[in-house]
């Protein structure tokens, strides 16, 4: 089922408002109770929950040609248990975009997750949103988590895969090899060098 | 320089090399790790079974109820290591210590290696050291977890000894070395044994054809090698399967698997951002400064034939690390390689699936290499002008490796959940089936659940040792689970006596790994089978939902296994 977009709230950069979980703390050490190993109570115990720790910020791009046709893109994504609804945009309004780029970005900050599902959806002119990829995907770096996705063609449509993502400065594929290419450059230094004291030795 | 000032100043300096290059892992080591693939879990996992009280060939506590057999552990050394520590020492200190000092005592010894044997002078000896504590190979090491491999002082130790063995110039005593080194090589991982035979085979066939070999050394390393060697073999026959089963589930001969495992020509210089994409972080750089001194050390020690072994040993291990088919980026060159052959030996193959990992006996050569021609440039032109090599070395390790940067931060915790259920029943975790374009997911997953066990000793229907995740109690009893569930005729008190027969005190659901629809239907037909769920949970990082199984009597373990062979003829 795909979601209206119209009627979420724009959600970017924070969580959806959500009711308080009621809390029950677990007692410490090595004398709670145990769940099993006994009969089941005739009155089903009261589910007990233990809240999510720490703060993650997770970041999403996609890069899209503008040849794909839609005009936005939105995550569907579960994290913790909880759905939310994530607008992408490119129009510059978050930090580290660049407006009109085709690269749309969000952002979602939650308690730390390992994982998470995502769901990208793509949203063409009086049309029904596109799904355009869903997967699992690992968010479990502490400070920092970027999820890219790139829009490609198969056959007549457009479907999107997941792609390695270069820091936010960085927003284009060539970056992806500048590891490798600084280390050519390095090598080239190296090797000039040692050719320089090599070659030096035959100097009379 | 003294030996008393030359070894503390070599230690201190792998050392701060050892703490820049897993930064920040020094910082916090037992609270985070700094892996991105998912085989620091199962390490973490095995020292905490091997450390266990009543451990032994076959640990009950993970593939519950049948056991898992431990024959095929990788390493021996470091369950000796766990063995030892026993269950006093958190598992987690494991993987820290051996990120921070592996590197120092394998440096260290490879720098003895270039020094004793090949005859290089320090501090130009350390070019070994970095270039083999440091490689492409121990990048991928802590990246991707087996980080055992990080303490390899056995390779240096034994080229030295079996260059001597082999150079005529060994005793029975270097012999007996050489057999031990080798034995331990062999302990320390598969790979690393591998990767010793290499070094036999090369100097043992060069001092074949000098006719320099020694056979009263030979003699002596084959006494203590032969036995440890067949005892192993023994080892890893007595239990498993003939032929290694595949992680990814797709067709495939082992050339294509062992194709994914070998080094491509664009991993010997560096790395990129599909690297560390997922599964493997596959690197084999030896750094540029060894070599590029290896590649000018024949015609500046031309005359020196241990130099010569020790290029033509790193010479033959880079051509074999490049596998089955030569492939410059991904697969797109796919010309046939020297490896292709053992494609004919199918399932003897299959167990060979990372030719790539012989870059650590290339690592090793190229930087004794590497080391004897800066000690030439040093004594020809002073050290004023070799200092900068020296430099270059140790930017070299950041700068084609890519560490620190390539690590996470990621925490260690532990879901309490587990916790909750009684110690003497095993909790069965409940998820999807991933497809093929998602398997790293079901590693990751499964393997994130076996290091857990660290911190609440529960046992678990999953598989721990190995890849092969999709088999198994967990696989068959969950598969069992969630069709009963789903099915129109659920039998609620059915479902219940069968897991409790089978010794399992909860089912611990992993929601946000199922599709929405699923989730939902799962979550419904468990609550109507098993009840409410008795815990939610979204600390450690994962949302779990635990449903608690009655549990009237003791676990009968003979009884569970028998229940669970029954179930699994009839389910697969």
């Known amino acids: 089922m795909v979601p209206e977009i119209a009627e979420q709230p724009p959600i970017r950069g924070t969580d959806r408002p959500s009711e308080p979980e009621p809390t029950r703390p677990i007692p410490g050490g090595g004398e709670q109770p145990s769940i099993r190993g006994t009969e089941r109570p005739s009155e089903p115990e009261p589910t007990r929950s233990i809240p999510g720790g720490g703060e993650q910020r997770?970041?999403?791009?996609?890069?899209?040609?503008?040849?794909?046709?839609?005009?936005?893109?939105?995550?569907?994504?579960?994290?913790?248990?909880?759905?939310?609804?994530?607008?992408?945009s490119d129009d510059g309004s978050n930090p580290e975009d660049l407006a009109f780029d085709g690269v749309f970005s969000g952002a979602h900050t939650g308690h730390y997750a390992r994982y998470v599902t995502a769901r990208l959806f793509g949203h063409a002119p009086d049309q029904e949103p596109t799904l355009l990829y869903s997967g699992v995907e690992r968010t479990d770096d502490v400070h920092e988590v970027i999820l890219g996705w790139r829009l490609i063609r198969r056959d007549q449509d457009f479907t999107a895969v997941r792609a390695p993502a270069a820091y936010p400065g960085n927003i284009t594929e060539v970056h992806l090899g500048l590891p490798l290419l600084v280390a050519f450059g390095w090598g080239g230094f190296v090797l000039a060098y040692v050719g320089f004291l090599f070659q030096r030795r035959r100097e009379p | 320089m003294s030996s008393w000032v030359r070894t503390p100043l070599t230690v201190i300096f792998f050392l701060a090399v050892s703490v820049g290059f897993s930064w920040p892992l020094v910082t916090d080591p037992t609270g985070l790790h700094i892996s991105r693939q998912f085989d620091i879990y199962s390490l973490v996992w095995l020292v905490q079974a091997v450390g266990a009280d009543d451990v032994g060939w076959n640990f009950s506590g993970t593939a519950w109820p049948v056991g898992e057999p431990m024959n095929r552990i990788d390493s021996f050394v470091l369950a000796a290591m766990a063995r030892v520590g026993g269950s006093e020492v958190d598992p987690w200190v494991y993987p820290a210590m051996l990120i921070l000092l592996g590197p120092v005592l394998s440096g260290w010894a490879a720098e003895r290696f270039a020094a004793r044997h090949l005859g290089a002078a320090w501090p130009w000896s350390l070019v070994a050291g970095l270039a083999f504590a440091f490689s492409g190979m121990a990048t991928t090491a802590v990246l991707e977890g087996h980080v055992y491999v990080l303490f390899d002082p056995w390779l240096p130790l034994l080229a030295g000894a079996w260059l001597r063995v082999t150079g005529g110039e060994g005793r029975l005593r270097d012999g007996l070395l050489a057999g031990l080194w080798w034995t331990l090589a062999l302990l320390t991982s598969a790979y690393i044994g591998l990767g010793a035979t290499l070094i036999v085979v090369v100097f043992g066939l060069a001092g074949l054809w000098s006719r320099s070999l020694s056979w009263r050394g030979a003699g002596a390393a084959a006494a203590v090698a032969v036995p440890a060697g067949l005892a192993y073999s023994?080892?890893?026959?007595?239990?498993?399967?003939?032929?290694?089963?595949?992680s990814r589930t797709r067709a495939g001969e082992s050339i294509q698997v062992m194709d994914a495992g070998a080094m491509h020509l664009d991993a010997l210089a560096g790395w990129h951002g599909f690297t560390d994409f997922g599964m493997h972080s596959m690197t084999g750089t030896v750094g540029f400064v060894a070599l590029s001194l290896a590649l000018f050390a024949p015609w500046m020690r031309w005359h020196d034939r241990r130099l010569r072994r020790c290029l033509l040993l790193g010479l033959v291990a880079v051509v074999l690390a490049l596998g089955p088919r030569l492939q410059l980026h991904h697969d797109d060159l796919r010309l046939f390689w020297v490896l292709h052959p053992l494609g004919w030996f199918q399932d003897l193959s299959s167990f060979f699936q990372f030719p790539g990992r012989l870059m650590w006996v290339a690592a090793l050569a190229l930087g004794g290499a590497a080391a004897v021609a800066a000690t030439h440039l040093a004594r020809v032109h002073g050290a004023v002008w070799a200092a900068p090599l020296l430099l270059m070395a140790v930017a070299d390790v950041c700068l084609t490796s890519g560490m620190p940067f390539r690590g996470q931060q990621v925490h260690r915790g532990s879901p309490e959940v587990y916790e909750l259920v009684s110690a003497d029943r095993a909790v069965l975790d409940l998820m999807p089936d991933f497809l093929p374009l998602q398997s790293d997911l079901a590693l990751y997953t499964n393997n994130l659940g076996c290091a857990h066990q660290a911190s609440h000793r529960r046992a678990l229907a999953s598989r721990c040792l190995g890849t092969t995740v999709g088999t198994g109690p967990r696989e068959v009893v969950g598969s069992w689970l969630s069709d009963a569930v789903l099915s129109e005729q659920a039998d609620g008190a059915a479902i219940v006596e069968e897991l409790e027969?089978?010794?399992?005190?909860?089912?611990v659901m992993h929601p946000d790994l199922y599709s929405r629809g699923d989730r939902v239907s799962m979550a419904e037909g468990l609550a109507a089978a098993l009840g409410p769920p008795a815990v939610v949970s979204k600390d450690g990082g994962e949302h779990l939902v635990m449903y608690a199984v009655p549990g009237r009597s003791p676990v009968d373990r003979a009884e569970a296994q028998k229940r669970y062979e029954a179930m699994e003829a009839a389910y697969q």
């Open chain 2, 234 to 246: 023994w080892v890893f026959q007595s239990a498993g399967a003939g032929s290694r089963a595949l």
């Open chain 1, 58 to 88: 997770i970041l999403f791009r996609v890069t899209a040609p503008s040849t794909a046709g839609f005009d936005n893109y939105f995550l569907e994504l579960t994290r913790l248990g909880e759905d939310q609804l994530i607008r992408l």
């Open chain 2, 501 to 507: 027969a089978l010794g399992f005190g909860a089912v």
